[in-house]
């Protein structure tokens, strides 16, 4: 094939010989969207449909059935709605709009006036689960069913048993496995099984590593927590070390760390001020809270802290602490306060801006 015709293939693949889409299908899928933004549910409902209608395409025509069945939610048409969501679901099973659709069936029969068919809706959660345990859907419905038996057994000891049948299930548990094993440890620990939590942590984190183990943050918090309220401070130390080992840096926007790297890494300096009177690692672990988290909230209560530690070790740094705090947060609580201490330090740090009074 000469050179020419291999450029026409390929120009082809990417523009010309792709699927088109019928212009009344777009133009009926734009009307439904100008009127579902503008809260005519029903309107918006009607719009889909022409729109499913008018097409061959079979995904084009799911996801236009799919937000005819969600217009159709919002405005009332409870019938209207299950019966597009069950269409959705059996034309296409995998594609992701079909166990959304089952979810959105299953949750409106649990709210509903009937006995039965809020039985029927709880039971469709769990086949849900169970079917499409990968799918986001699949973990609300994990979730749904979770929370109705904490609310029926606030003590946790039904929902650590609902988690731990779950767990013996291999195709629910290789899917959110970490998931799992977090929520049995929380009540574990609310219900004051304070050495089974720690096992259950521990036990969560050794079975999904980082990265794949949403939960990293949450179960090293929880075992620096749970250590050091049996009075070992050096193993909580040791938890939040491992935890914010696994800390990449971000080349571009964004950024690689977990909710808690931050809260976290406060915590290991509180201990290692508090439990284990290192006045030196405690100061160098609240500067690493400042230096080494730019967008966190804690990074002016850190230098403070930082500044505490070192005055009170007779460190003269801490005059440098000062005069940082007050320029680099002269309009918050701390950075005002460490003007005073910086100025006894002879440091010249210039007045709040008048920015700070509005």
Do not use: K
Request: proline share 5%.
């Amino acid at each position: 094939m000469s050179r020419a015709a291999l450029v026409a293939v390929a120009l082809c693949a990417l523009a010309a010989c792709a699927p088109t889409r019928p212009h009344a299908h777009l133009a009926a899928l734009a009307a439904g969207d100008r009127a579902y933004s503008a809260g005519r549910f029903l309107e918006a409902a009607e719009a889909y449909d022409r729109a499913a209608a008018e097409t061959t395409r079979e995904r084009d025509r799911v996801e236009a059935t799919f937000r005819s069945a969600a217009a159709r939610q919002r405005g009332g048409d409870v019938a209207g709605a299950m019966e597009r969501y069950a269409s959705v679901a059996s034309t296409s099973p995998r594609y992701e709009r079909g166990p959304r659709a089952l979810y959105e069936v299953a949750r409106m029969r649990t709210q509903s006036q009937s006995a039965e068919a809020r039985e029927a809706g709880w039971r469709a959660m769990g086949e849900l689960l169970r079917a499409h345990p990968t799918t986001g859907p699949g973990r609300r419905a994990m979730f749904h069913l979770l929370r109705r038996r904490d609310e029926a057994d606030p003590t946790g000891a039904e929902g650590v048993a609902f988690i731990e049948g779950l767990l013996a299930e291999e195709a629910v548990a290789s899917a959110m496995r970490d998931t799992l094993l977090a929520e049995r440890a929380r009540r574990l620990e609310r219900m004051g099984r304070a050495a089974e939590a720690e096992a259950a942590w521990d036990e969560m984190l050794r079975a999904v590593p980082y990265p794949q183990n949403a939960h990293w943050d949450d179960g090293h918090v929880a075992l620096a927590r749970l250590r050091r309220a049996r009075g070992d401070a050096r193993g909580a130390v040791a938890a939040l070390d491992r935890m914010l080992a696994v800390r990449e840096p971000s080349y571009s926007s964004g950024t690689y760390n977990a909710p808690r790297f931050g809260a976290g890494a406060m915590l290991r300096a509180e201990i290692l001020r508090d439990d284990l009177r290192d006045a030196r690692a405690a100061a160098e672990a609240f500067h690493f809270v400042y230096a080494d988290f730019p967008t966190s909230l804690l990074r002016d209560d850190a230098l403070w802290n930082e500044g505490l530690v070192r005055e009170r070790a007779g460190d003269p740094g801490a005059c440098d602490v000062w005069e940082r705090l007050a320029r680099e947060f002269p309009c918050h609580r701390f950075g005002r306060r460490a003007a005073t201490r910086a100025a006894a330090c002879g440091r010249s740090v210039p007045a709040p801006p008048r920015r700070c009074d509005r």
